[in-house]
């Protein structure tokens, strides 16, 4: 079945330091990518997605490219801040799960400033 | 526009007691979702809904959980009788069919179960 698989956390940086939070994704099929965000004590929301191979989702200064060859969907961004501390989900739809978002098991960023 | 409600916000309860929760998913929005979130984890499907109908239910514990959406709005979720290991945040989502919003999933701020 599908799967996302996301680097283990939690991760600190300081503020302006440049992020990156690997995933990686198992799917048959082409499946949609994406990235969400979880603020503390809010709900889920969708920070940005990719539909197919070679795309670029972008949003609030971070990025993710999907890669079919790889297999994977990295979040980046280049200047963190305070701001961005929260907890982000990698997920996929499609392939075999149509209709359901499968998540990977997200990933703690603390900024400091 | 208002997003995707839920209530309540958190549930304290002792083991195998009742409990429900309740969705009131986007103005128009055909489909709707709950998930589980076990601490730690990502969100996982219980069930899906398409207007009335529930078209993806094959992760929902049948035994005690059950879930309705009668009139294709609102969407009750239960649990009877609740277990230690339902402790979780139950997320609902919903989504339109519109070509327009690609299926993109709206969630609510989930509702925290505690079994006592």
């Known amino acids: 079945g599908d799967s996302v698989t996301q680097m283990e956390g939690p991760v600190t940086l300081s503020e302006e330091a440049f992020l990156t939070i690997n995933c990686t994704y198992t799917?048959?099929?082409?499946?949609?990518l994406f990235w969400y965000v979880q603020y503390p004590g809010e709900g889920l929301q969708l920070l940005l997605k990719?539909?197919?191979?070679?795309d670029k989702g972008s949003n609030k200064g971070f990025e993710a490219t999907y890669r079919k060859e790889t297999t994977s969907f990295h979040l980046e961004k280049g200047s963190v801040q305070v701001s961005d501390s929260a907890v982000y989900f990698c997920?996929?739809?499609?392939?075999?799960?149509?209709?359901?978002?499968?998540f990977g098991q997200g990933t703690i960023l603390t900024v400091h400033p | 526009e208002a997003g995707v409600v839920q209530s309540p916000r958190y549930k304290i309860i002792e083991k195998k007691q009742p409990v429900a929760f309740w969705c009131n998913p986007i103005?128009?929005?055909?489909?709707l979702y709950w998930y589980r979130q076990n601490l730690g984890q990502g969100p996982e499907l219980l069930i899906r809904?398409?207007?009335?109908?529930?078209?993806?239910d094959s992760q929902l514990p049948k035994d005690r959980f059950s879930a309705e959406r009668l009139k294709g709005v609102d969407s009750t979720l239960k649990i009877q009788p609740a277990e230690l290991g339902d402790s979780a945040v139950y997320l609902c989502?919903?989504?339109?069919?519109?070509?327009?919003?690609?299926?993109?999933?709206?969630f609510g701020p989930g509702t925290r179960l505690t079994v006592l």
């Open positions: 103005s128009g929005h055909n489909t």
């Open positions: 989502a919903s989504s339109s069919l519109a070509v327009s919003s690609y299926n993109e999933q709206f």
């Open positions: 809904y398409e207007n009335e109908e529930a078209v993806d």
């Open positions: 997920a996929l739809r499609g392939g075999t799960s149509y209709g359901k978002l499968t």
């Open positions: 990719a539909t197919k191979a070679d």
């Open positions: 799917a048959t099929g082409y499946p949609s």
